[in-house]
């Protein structure tokens, strides 16, 4: 389990009036970081907000390191964080979302298919309109091979919109996002659960949108993903759907499946009665019950009916413990308007205070 941001308090290297945090998650891509370093601090250099880079190695055995700290000695803007053995990706988006210090939060990928380019673009549609909280990167023309990433991709990105309602992202594959730092404040990963976070922080009540960004083709080093992730997503899908569905009551999950066995239980009955009297029968000829498999089958699913109903109420306490240890509300405040305020239209995004938070 990790945290997203309250190991923020534990973090040494912080800075200060940081606007934008870059985050590269990276992974044995010696020939190709110098580039894509030298292309985000061209970037920022034509920026007026404050940036900050903040690259996670994720237990990289090549050369990337130190090719990185070499070009990156005298900028002042960056950090590498540096695991001690592989932990994955979902481990090191983490990682640089706990560092981070930008209001503003933008994870990328560092295989140099992300263009820096866009970031700009993302950061400044996060204030269009009443303002986003997270704008979410679309690779509509991907430059990647059709069988073995972009049909996969395809066929995922369609099971997650209908699976979490999250209509409004195309690709949730995409590693080029902006967040805002506010919405991953209680959020926690797992697995492969990093292409989910739209999904996740959508059922906390952020506001998402989409921008079109540029797709590059890979010049260097090879993909360390592929089909052989499948199974992992899709098992990840279903932890995600069932904490967004049913983590404050998952009494309600499981009350449903015990409903199910019990239909079934109570049908499978009637047949085994309706064969003691001979009826549905091959022969016409009467089954006992103490013979009957109905019976039995009957037997059999109302235990499963009652095991469900146990683990539910188990699921029950269970999730109101996890709740009140970490002291988690189980809503999000947006913002909170006193009448001063009202006199005024609010500021598209609006920061409660730690005391008006309190006080509501």
Same mark, same amino acid.
């Given at each position: 389990?990790?945290?997203?941001?309250?190991?923020?308090?534990?973090?040494?290297?912080?800075?200060?009036?940081?606007?934008?945090?870059?985050?590269?998650?990276?992974?044995?891509?010696?020939?190709?970081?110098?580039?894509?370093?030298?292309?985000?601090?061209?970037?920022?250099?034509?920026?007026?907000?404050?940036?900050?880079?903040?690259?996670?190695?994720?237990?990289?055995?090549?050369?990337?390191?130190?090719?990185?700290?070499?070009?990156?000695?005298?900028?002042?803007?960056?950090?590498?964080?540096?695991?001690?053995?592989?932990?994955?990706?979902?481990?090191?988006?983490?990682?640089?979302?706990?560092?981070?210090?930008?209001?503003?939060?933008?994870?990328?990928?560092?295989?140099?298919?992300?263009?820096?380019?866009?970031?700009?673009?993302?950061?400044?549609?996060?204030?269009?309109?009443?303002?986003?909280?997270?704008?979410?990167?679309?690779?509509?023309? %991907?430059?990647?091979?059709? =069988?073995? /990433?972009? &049909? @996969?991709? #395809?066929?995922?990105? +369609?099971?997650?919109?209908?699976?979490?309602?999250?209509?409004?992202?195309?690709?949730?594959?995409?590693?080029?996002?902006?967040?805002?730092?506010?919405?991953?404040?209680?959020? %926690?990963?797992?697995?492969? =659960?990093? /292409?989910? &976070? @739209?999904? #996740?922080?959508?059922? +906390?009540?952020?506001?998402?949108?989409?921008?079109?960004?540029?797709?590059?083709?890979?010049?260097?080093?090879?993909?360390?993903?592929?089909?052989?992730?499948?199974?992992?997503?899709?098992?990840?899908?279903?932890?995600?759907?069932?904490?967004?569905?049913?983590?404050?009551?998952?009494?309600?999950?499981?009350?449903?499946?015990?409903?199910?066995?019990?239909?079934?239980?109570?049908?499978?009955?009637?047949?085994?009665?309706?064969?003691?009297?001979?009826?549905?029968?091959?022969?016409?000829?009467?089954?006992?019950?103490?013979?009957?498999?109905?019976?039995?089958?009957?037997?059999?699913?109302?235990?499963?009916?009652?095991?469900?109903?146990?683990?539910?109420?188990?699921?029950?306490?269970?999730?109101?413990?996890?709740?009140?240890?970490?002291?988690?509300?189980?809503?999000?405040?947006?913002?909170?308007?006193?009448?001063?305020?009202?006199?005024?239209?609010?500021?598209?995004?609006?920061?409660?205070?730690?005391?008006?938070?309190?006080?509501?």
């Amino acid at each position: 389990m990790i945290n997203t941001r309250t190991q923020h308090e534990h973090m040494t290297n912080t800075r200060e009036g940081v606007d934008v945090s870059i985050v590269v998650p990276l992974m044995n891509e010696e020939d190709s970081i110098v580039a894509l370093y030298n292309e985000i601090a061209a970037m920022i250099d034509q920026q007026t907000l404050a940036y900050e880079v903040i690259f996670v190695d994720d237990g990289s055995s090549d050369q990337t390191i130190p090719r990185l700290s070499d070009a990156t000695a005298d900028d002042g803007r960056v950090s590498i964080v540096q695991f001690t053995k592989n932990f994955g990706q979902t481990a090191a988006m983490a990682a640089g979302f706990a560092y981070a210090n930008g209001s503003v939060i933008v994870p990328m990928d560092g295989d140099g298919q992300n263009d820096p380019a866009d970031i700009p673009r993302l950061v400044a549609k996060l204030g269009e309109g009443d303002g986003w909280d997270i704008v979410s990167g679309w690779r509509k023309d %991907r430059k990647d091979k059709m =069988m073995s /990433r972009r &049909l @996969p991709s #395809i066929i995922a990105n +369609r099971l997650v919109k209908q699976m979490t309602w999250t209509t409004e992202i195309h690709d949730f594959g995409c590693s080029l996002k902006a967040y805002r730092s506010d919405v991953l404040e209680d959020v %926690r990963l797992y697995g492969e =659960m990093h /292409r989910f &976070l @739209p999904a #996740i922080c959508k059922w +906390r009540g952020a506001r998402i949108t989409e921008e079109v960004v540029n797709h590059r083709a890979r010049t260097a080093g090879v993909s360390k993903y592929g089909l052989k992730r499948t199974i992992k997503v899709l098992l990840d899908l279903l932890t995600v759907k069932f904490m967004g569905d049913y983590l404050a009551k998952p009494i309600y999950f499981f009350g449903k499946l015990a409903m199910g066995f019990m239909v079934i239980a109570f049908l499978a009955l009637g047949l085994a009665v309706i064969n003691k009297f001979g009826i549905l029968t091959e022969d016409g000829d009467p089954v006992n019950l103490n013979r009957s498999v109905f019976l039995l089958f009957a037997m059999m699913t109302g235990l499963i009916s009652v095991m469900m109903l146990m683990m539910g109420v188990l699921s029950e306490l269970m999730s109101r413990i996890y709740h009140e240890s970490q002291d988690r509300r189980p809503y999000k405040v947006r913002r909170v308007l006193s009448s001063e305020d009202r006199a005024d239209p609010p500021s598209p995004v609006g920061r409660v205070s730690p005391q008006k938070e309190k006080a509501s």
